[in-house]
């Protein structure tokens, strides 16, 4: 597979805390990647950088072979999207116009046609199409992430950076974002994707880099790093690891007192 994103010997420090230690990862098209790890492992840290948002102290982030700082601002908007956990928009703008500034990357490179056509291919990947007129500041969280996620999409990258994108919504739209995930991924792209439901991230992701204190653990497939030692000690609670009845992905469960709900 074809390396769209490599990192090597990241390091973060602020304040004299260690947020990112010799962090080193590989992001293949044709794959989706979780980070998972506790609170405070460092996973969103490590996104910001791999976006370019957060210089390292240490280390280099390359994308397509290039060192992020070789690229202009609209450039490497035009090669990774990235999606923050919160969702703030300082007016009440329209759903439609948030997924709308998705385009701008794209500005004098594209027809006013194909920016319409790539905001409503968003709006219905994320059932937020009747969305449309409504004021973002006026919409629920789980709306807004979906309106987000369409902002996202519309920039139409090479590269997705998703940080806890399941973390607002309900069951159906969790499938439904990372089932966008899988067909990104199936077309060519490359998904990095935050999430703290190990269960959730055993069924969708190809790999998984598992985080602890800044620094990598373990980095393999789903059957491979969701070991229950592994897990136990880096989440600090035993867990039972289980194969699911039909195709065997891991579930992870809590282990908790007998008797207890």
Not at 55 to 74: M, T
Request: net charge neutral; hydrophobic share 45%.
């Amino acid at each position: 597979m074809t390396a769209l994103l490599e990192a090597g010997g990241i390091g973060c420090t602020v304040g004299g805390r260690e947020l990112l230690a010799d962090v080193d990862l590989a992001v293949h098209a044709g794959e989706i990647l979780a980070l998972l790890g506790p609170n405070g492992a460092g996973k969103s840290t490590l996104l910001s950088v791999l976006a370019g948002d957060r210089r390292p102290d240490r280390g280099e982030v390359r994308i397509d072979g290039r060192p992020l700082a070789a690229y202009r601002p609209a450039e490497l908007a035009r090669r990774r999207a990235l999606l923050p956990q919160t969702h703030e928009v300082s007016f009440p703008f329209p759903a439609a116009e948030v997924v709308r500034m998705g385009r701008a990357p794209w500005t004098g490179r594209c027809s006013a046609a194909e920016d319409e056509a790539a905001v409503a291919r968003a709006t219905t990947a994320t059932d937020c199409a009747h969305l449309a007129g409504r004021p973002f500041t006026a919409l629920s969280g789980g709306e807004r992430a979906r309106v987000a996620l369409a902002r996202v999409l519309a920039q139409d990258t090479a590269l997705l950076l998703l940080d806890e994108p399941t973390a607002a919504l309900d069951l159906r739209h969790q499938e439904l974002v990372l089932r966008i995930a899988r067909e990104r991924a199936d077309a060519g792209r490359g998904v990095v994707v935050v999430l703290h439901d190990l269960t959730l991230a055993a069924a969708h992701a190809d790999r998984i880099a598992l985080l602890d204190a800044g620094r990598t653990v373990a980095t393999g497939s789903t059957r491979e790093v969701l070991d229950a030692e592994l897990l136990g000690r880096v989440y600090r609670h035993p867990v039972e690891v289980l194969a699911h009845p039909r195709g065997g992905a891991p579930i992870v469960l809590p282990e908790r007192p007998r008797g207890a709900d």
